[in-house]
């Protein structure tokens, strides 16, 4: 009776149980994230952490410094960042009224007055950084010319230019707001300029 059972268990286990099922098996992973929420909040998390990048500027530095000239800085920079770029100042330099903590913009001017020069240069220039027009700190683009209009922040030599054109071409302005019929200034750059400029 044992041998016809023990026949009977390793008939079953052969039947049941294939040999080198498995070995022969393959397990196969599948590429796909079982957690896709998880890598999609990394990301996020990373590209909000990313500080953003400053906007390149370029700004005219003249008067006392070692090396005046145009030069290309990064939007948020200060007065004395542009005049560290012009290498600092020389010795005659009055720094006294100007706003070293004054934020740069595109295309502006800054100017370093001279011991000995007039007042009225050294109070407009702490006025706006630069050279302004007398009228209480305020340029008159009815009378000035290519310099002074450059003086205003965010005017540079084709925006000068572009004013002088059109008195030239359409007679003086009638008010600030006629700015904008000048080709190349918009509401937004009228109302950064609105401030610093007068028809009287």
């Known amino acids: ?13 052969f039947l049941f149980f294939p040999k080198g099922q498995d070995d022969d098996q393959t397990y196969v992973m599948s ?4 957690f896709p929420e998880l890598i ?11 500080p953003p990048v400053p ?33 600092g100042y020389l010795p005659d330099a009055d720094s006294r009224m100007l706003n070293h903590a004054l934020k740069l913009t595109d295309e502006f001017v800054v100017y370093v007055p001279s011991v000995g020069e007039e007042p009225i240069d050294i109070v407009q220039t702490a006025t706006v950084g630069t ?15 290519e310099q002074e209009l450059m003086t205003i922040p965010g005017v540079g030599p084709a925006k000068a230019t572009a004013i002088i054109q059109y008195r030239t071409d359409h007679g003086l302005f009638k008010t600030p707001e006629s700015l904008m019929e000048v080709s190349g200034i918009g509401q937004k750059t009228f109302e950064k300029l609105e401030s610093q400029i007068t028809v009287k």
């Open 55 to 87: 906007e390149p500027i370029v700004v005219d530095v003249k008067g006392a410094v070692q090396h005046p000239g145009v030069y290309s800085l990064s939007e948020g920079d200060r007065l004395i960042d542009a005049i560290h770029a012009a290498g």
């Open 40 to 50: 999609e909040e990394e990301i996020e998390e990373n590209e909000t952490t990313l």
């Open 1 to 13: 009776m044992i041998t016809p059972i023990a026949v009977v268990a390793i008939v079953s286990a």
């Open 131 to 145: 050279s302004a027009g007398q009228n209480g700190g305020r340029v008159n683009i009815n009378t000035a010319n």
């Open 31 to 34: 590429d796909s994230n079982p």
